[in-house]
């Protein structure tokens, strides 16, 4: 059965770093991309990153967190990472996990792509 675990939310102040988890269980990211979504209270859901399938594999991200986010997979563990630093008060969101066929600006952009979500972990950037 396929399952997708969040971990690594938490309350940090701005400029902090937080490191997000996915571990991914009842498929293998060989042939599957991942990516990172949020939503903020009152918000619509937003792509963050997202990490195509393969060996090589490709990665993009949103303008809002370029620079600032890294995305990262282990294939031996199943999991996904996304290493957020230099953290600000907009980046306050719950942050979701989701799996789709493939990764791509398009389709980061359409959250109705990705067929299996995590249940999400809570990222609080305040001082």
């Known amino acids: 059965q396929v399952q997708l675990v969040e971990s690594g939310g938490g309350l940090v102040q701005p400029g902090g770093s937080l490191r997000l988890s996915c571990a991914a269980s009842g498929f293998t990211l060989d042939f599957y991309a991942i990516a990172w979504f949020r939503q903020a209270p009152g918000k619509e859901r937003e792509g963050v990153s997202c990490?195509?399938?393969?060996?090589?594999?490709?990665?993009y991200y949103a303008d809002s967190v370029k620079g600032r986010f890294t995305i990262s997979r282990n294939y031996v563990k199943n999991t996904v990472y996304l290493q957020m630093n230099s953290l600000k008060p907009e980046d306050t969101a719950v942050y979701y996990c989701?799996?789709?066929?493939?990764?791509?600006?398009?389709?980061?952009?359409?959250?109705?792509?990705?067929?299996?979500w995590g249940q999400g972990t809570q990222v609080t950037v305040s001082s």
């Open positions: 990490f195509s399938s393969g060996s090589g594999g490709t990665t």
């Open positions: 989701a799996r789709a066929g493939t990764c791509s600006s398009y389709y980061l952009n359409r959250s109705r792509l990705y067929d299996f």
